[in-house]
Structure formats: structure tokens, C-alpha cells
């Protein structure tokens, strides 16, 4: 079984400032994938940013990019010039590799960021 | 947006009654899977289907069933409801293919057992 820990219930930062979420996780799979998704108040899951275990390299998308470190089963995500828009809670998730098909994704328990203006 | 629809928005139901959540996923997606998230968690997974089929499911009882048609909209089914039933139901429609991890969630549907 697979877990998926965020250790900071709330976060808060300044319009323009950047901003780290963190996120460990535990399994026994060599080969998965996690990811960041963020709720807004719409409450619709948007996925932010994807990682592939076997890729040494960290994901970025546009401001948004992870800090993956596979032996120490550490994943956080880091908010660049952080915009108003930004505020959500955001939810790591981990979903091992099983060829096509399988959609199991394991959340952690999220954290509520908020930027502030 | 992404396509993919659930109804109601909102739900108020008794505890002791049955009801039916309805999902419509994202156009071509051939698999469904739903999640419960109680207030202040992070979702957790009930089930997948798949061409109709359930093919994976979480740590739930069967009270909790589900149908996908061939269209592939899909319900969630939910007898003898509890108080901690209440939750937020998340609808989420895949494309089954090698290298594909994306699901695309919807709404939600609030549901209240009182």
C-alpha cells in the first residue's frame, strides 16, 4: 500500500514571492508517477505538474516546479511569483506504474495555500 | 473546464436512503473512477471502470456500487446512506493507454446525509 504525507496543513505567501509545498510519500514500486493538483474553491481537481519516477530530471511547468528525490521518497513543489490565483488547496498524489489502464491515485491530505496581496 | 460533468451539484439526503450520483465524462475517455473526499481530506479512491467493468476498487463496502454505460457516462450508487457518507464525490474520466496517467476530474457532487 502506498502513502502520501503533506506535512503542512496551511501555508501563506506574499503576492510575487515564492513559495515550497512539501510532500514525502512511501511504496515498495520502483516505476510511478506523482503529481500536484490544486482545488480552488470551484472545488475541480486541476492537475499542476506531473513527475515520472524513472526521469532523473525535475518537471517545471511555467512558474510551477518539483524538487524529486526518489531515495529520500520527497516530493515538493515550488511556486514561483506567486499569483492570486494561486490560492487553493493543493494535494500531492501517487499513482504507480501499471501499463495502461489504472487510475488508483493515492492523495495525501492536502495543504490550503493562500497568497496574500 | 475539462469536460467532464456531474450531477446533482448538491445533495441532502436521510440517513437510511439510497442515492445515485451521475458522471459524465470528457469526450473519448473510456474509464471512469471515483473518489470520496470527507471535509479537510484529500480524495480517496472507490472505483474504477473500464469498457464497463469495474476494475479496481479501494477500501470501500459494497453499499457503494457503481455502473458505467456504454457511452461512457457513469453512475456511483450509494445504499443504506451514513452520516459519514457526507462528503464531496469526485468523478474522474481517463483515456486507458500506455503512458497515459492523466484523469480529468470534475465538480463534484456535495452530498449531505443528515
Known amino acids: 500500500a502506498q502513502t502520501v504525507t503533506q506535512s503542512q496543513p496551511e501555508m501563506s505567501v506574499q503576492e510575487a514571492e515564492t513559495v515550497t509545498l512539501s510532500c514525502t510519500y512511501d511504496?515498495?514500486?520502483?516505476?510511478?508517477?506523482l503529481f500536484w493538483y490544486k482545488q480552488p474553491p470551484s472545488r475541480q481537481m486541476i492537475l499542476v505538474i506531473r513527475?515520472?519516477?524513472?526521469?532523473?530530471q525535475n518537471a517545471t511547468e511555467n512558474r510551477f516546479s518539483v524538487n524529486f528525490q526518489k531515495a529520500a521518497k520527497s516530493f515538493s513543489l515550488k511556486i514561483s511569483d506567486s499569483q492570486l490565483g494561486d490560492t487553493a488547496m493543493y494535494f500531492c498524489?501517487?499513482?504507480?506504474?501499471?501499463?495502461?489502464?489504472?487510475?488508483?491515485?493515492?492523495f495525501g491530505k492536502g495543504t490550503k495555500l493562500s497568497v496574500i496581496p | 473546464e475539462t469536460g467532464v460533468t456531474q450531477s446533482p451539484t448538491h445533495l441532502i439526503k436521510t440517513r437510511g436512503q439510497q442515492v445515485t450520483l451521475r458522471c459524465s465524462s470528457q469526450?473519448?475517455?473510456?474509464?471512469v473512477s471515483w473518489y470520496q473526499q470527507a471535509l479537510g481530506q484529500g480524495p480517496q479512491f472507490i472505483f474504477q471502470y473500464y469498457r464497463e467493468e469495474e476494475n479496481g476498487r479501494g477500501n470501500f463496502p459494497p453499499r457503494f456500487s457503481g455502473l458505467q454505460f456504454p457511452n461512457y457516462s457513469s453512475e456511483l450508487n450509494v445504499n443504506a446512506l451514513e452520516l459519514d457518507d457526507s462528503a464531496l464525490y469526485l468523478c474522474?474520466?481517463?483515456?486507458?493507454?500506455?503512458?497515459?496517467?492523466?484523469?480529468?476530474f470534475g465538480q463534484g457532487t456535495r452530498l449531505t446525509v443528515v
Open positions: 474522474a474520466s481517463s483515456l486507458a493507454r500506455q503512458g497515459s496517467t492523466e484523469a480529468f
Open positions: 498524489a501517487f499513482i504507480p506504474y501499471s501499463g495502461a489502464g489504472s487510475y488508483q491515485l493515492t
Open positions: 469526450s473519448g475517455h473510456n474509464t
Open positions: 513527475q515520472e519516477a524513472y526521469k532523473q
Open positions: 511504496t515498495s514500486e520502483n516505476n510511478y508517477y
